[in-house]
């Protein structure tokens, strides 16, 4: 009934759904939910006053917020419909909580409605376990008198453990709570919320309770649940999956996971999501070919020694020989500062070079490993550095003792570690994102700023790895280069994503949505 | 507690059994064991054919469907082809049994099945597709398979 390339179930002039004042300055998304309920974790008032190209607004929003939405929208419709709120439930759950749809088909042929979301006509009266002469139970085929029974409105009538026990198996086993139907084979009646509240203890009605929330939220197209383990928060986002070649929507939860609504995964940016999922495809097929890149030991260029990377920092320092290096290009780091030299960019070979198919080959070779040798690096750095983090606490701690700084003093490191783990995300995805990328004229602006990014990172992480004692003294510094990191980081992903939304940007493959 | 539903089950089946289709119980101690043999029904592919199944009842029956599967080898898009001869579709499917299916309707529906396979539904792709575009070879060889196989 919706579009598939749609993330929103209703857009109709008349909705009210939350979330759908996205151009709101203010940040008051929803006007569903009421106001003084307090934001969670994450205030829309933290962000800066001027959207960035790459923000998108977003709300966040816990169980309990999420059950409330869902009783105000039920009682809505149950009003409008002169139906009582179970079975506005299911029939809202049906339509997959599209209001107008719902009002409308049943405005239409009330009858056809109900019987289709599993409220047929009605045999008995209100709902309740009863003691039946005669009674024989169809699944157990118990027939002792003083037998329980229960029967939904459709007069399907079971004995109450056999009840019991088909509802705990739906719910417990198969995990299902808003589709339950009668026992009866044939009748798709379904089990409303009352009869669960009758029939089942209260862990199972718990459960119950989570997996209806669960569905309201996968049916909502503009909420996502935060793919963190164990986090119970849903995000409500309003970006189309058509716009995902124009935007890449990267939101924070509540409990710091920042992801990607749209495809979930952990943040991308500024790469979008269909290049992400090239991407990961090609690493995946080519694993065996860059292999070699994930080792964690690499040779002096000058005089062969041995190399360790235990940090992340990409300035490498031979013990030997003193020799100083980029890890990554193995070039001499002395040279990474000038203007001239190039880490970033693959330079691609011209003349006679290109001409036959083996060299084209290995050239086309040559320009994935540089841009994944990159991609691959930050990513292990990234991992180091936060090795390194787990160790910031002790290195706070010790630094508290031996320069008698306060606590709130030794924050610094633990901003720094948080800015490094951002930037090398962000950086990760760069080459992701300029392996697919055309040169034209906006390029050279973006490996600048890529190399920009790069280069304060580095200069970042090298302070970071310095020890203890020396920290102290860094302090200062170490905060200049954190805000600076940040800085460069808002300035590439300002850059990119303006480019992305203007369409300025060429890539070499297809990043609409359909592909 | 499934005792009593299995017993009254059987019980019937054997007063009024199903149309060709006769039901032992190769353990008597074991009422979750039932030893099928069904005719090919007339004028189906299977025509002349005594095929043995196995039908076993889960611990949680009736809230969980039986499986049947096929012992006799046969040629059928919806019966795997290899040492187990299983099958999963319609109502032997865990999401569209209800407890109050019954075992009669269960072998009815395979029985069915012989008549009017459902390619869409297939386990085996390779024999839907014959099925569909040359069903001409497809009887061949599942009468082939009869003769071979489910002679009586
Ligand atoms: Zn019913
Ligand atoms: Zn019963
Ligand atoms: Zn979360
Ligand atoms: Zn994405
Ligand atoms: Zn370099």
Redesign the pocket.
């Known amino acids: 009934m919706d579009s598939d390339d749609d993330f929103m179930s209703g857009h109709s002039s008349g909705d009210e759904d939350f979330g759908l004042e996205v151009e709101s300055d203010d940040g008051s998304l929803g006007d569903d939910f009421d106001e003084d309920e307090p934001d969670v974790g994450f205030s829309q008032k933290d962000l800066k006053p001027a959207k960035k190209a790459y923000e998108v607004d977003y709300k966040i929003y816990s169980p309990s917020e999420i059950q409330a939405h869902q009783d105000k929208q039920i009682g809505e419709v149950s009003a409008v419909l002169g139906q009582p709120a179970e079975a506005t439930a299911i029939l809202l759950r049906h339509l997959r909580w599209n209001k107008e749809r719902l009002i409308d088909l049943y405005m239409d042929r009330p009858e056809h409605v109900l019987e289709e979301a599993g409220l047929g006509p009605n045999t008995t009266t209100n709902p309740q376990t009863r003691v039946i002469k005669g009674f024989a139970?169809d699944?157990?085929c118990?027939d002792s008198p003083g037998l329980e029974s229960y029967a939904l409105r459709c007069g399907h009538r079971?004995?109450v453990?056999?009840y019991r026990q088909y509802l705990a198996q739906k719910i417990k086993d198969e995990g299902e709570a808003a589709r339950i139907q009668c026992p009866t084979a044939g009748c798709n009646r379904i089990v409303d919320s009352k009869t669960l509240d009758l029939l089942v203890a209260s862990d199972l009605k718990n459960r119950y309770q989570v997996l209806l929330t669960r569905t309201y939220v996968d049916d909502k197209e503009h909420l996502k649940w935060c793919p963190a383990p164990n986090c119970e928060y849903a995000v409500d986002c309003v970006i189309k999956r058509k716009e995902l070649d124009k935007i890449v929507p990267t939101v924070c939860c509540a409990c710091k996971h920042r992801f990607c609504f749209g495809c979930t995964l952990n943040d991308h940016q500024p790469a979008a999501c269909s290049l992400v999922k090239m991407w990961v495809k090609k690493c995946e097929d080519d694993s065996e070919t860059a292999n070699w890149i994930n080792a964690n030991t690499k040779e002096c260029p000058k005089c062969s020694s041995t190399i360790e990377k235990n940090g992340g920092c990409n300035h490498m320092t031979c013990r030997k020989c003193k020799y100083e290096f980029c890890w990554i290009c193995m070039g001499l780091w002395s040279e990474h500062g000038t203007s001239w030299y190039n880490c970033n960019r693959f330079e691609e070979k011209s003349g006679s070079d290109g001409r036959d198919a083996q060299a084209r080959s290995r050239q086309s070779l040559e320009r994935y490993l540089h841009y994944y040798n990159r991609y691959a690096n930050h990513e292990q750095s990234a991992k180091l550095d936060k090795d390194l983090y787990q160790k910031t606490q002790k290195k706070m701690m010790n630094l508290q003792t031996a320069s008698g700084m306060s606590w709130i003093e030794v924050q610094f490191l633990d901003t720094a570690s948080h800015a490094l783990q951002l930037c090398r995300q962000t950086l990760k995805w760069t080459y992701a994102f300029a392996y697919y990328l055309q040169r034209n004229n906006f390029t050279e602006i973006f490996e600048q700023n890529q190399k920009d990014l790069e280069m304060a990172v580095e200069n970042l992480s090298e302070m970071f790895e310095k020890p203890t004692t020396e920290l102290a003294d860094l302090r200062v510094d170490i905060l200049d280069k954190t805000s600076y990191c940040n800085k460069r980081r808002v300035i590439l992903l300002d850059d990119t994503a303006q480019n992305l939304k203007d369409g300025e940007w060429k890539f070499n493959v297809d990043i609409s949505s359909k592909a | 507690m499934s005792q009593k539903r299995i017993a009254k089950e059987f019980g019937d089946l054997q007063k009024t059994p199903l149309d060709g289709i006769k039901i032992i119980l190769p353990n008597e101690a074991d009422m979750l064991q039932w030893q099928i043999t069904m005719e090919g029904p007339k004028g189906s592919a299977y025509e002349g054919g005594n095929f043995v199944l196995s039908l076993s009842l889960p611990k949680e029956y009736p809230f969980k469907p039986p499986t049947l599967s096929f012992k006799t080898k046969i040629y059928h898009p919806n019966v795997t082809n290899d040492d187990k001869g299983s099958m999963c579709l319609g109502l032997l499917r865990p999401d569209e049994w209800k407890p109050s299916s019954k075992i009669d309707t269960v072998l009815e529906f395979a029985r069915g099945l012989l008549v009017d396979p459902q390619p869409d539904d297939a386990v085996e792709q390779g024999i839907a597709r014959e099925y569909r575009e040359n069903r001409k070879e497809f009887l061949k060889t599942a009468k082939a398979w009869v003769k071979q196989y489910a002679k009586k």
């Open positions: 139970c699944i157990c118990e079971y004995c453990d056999c």
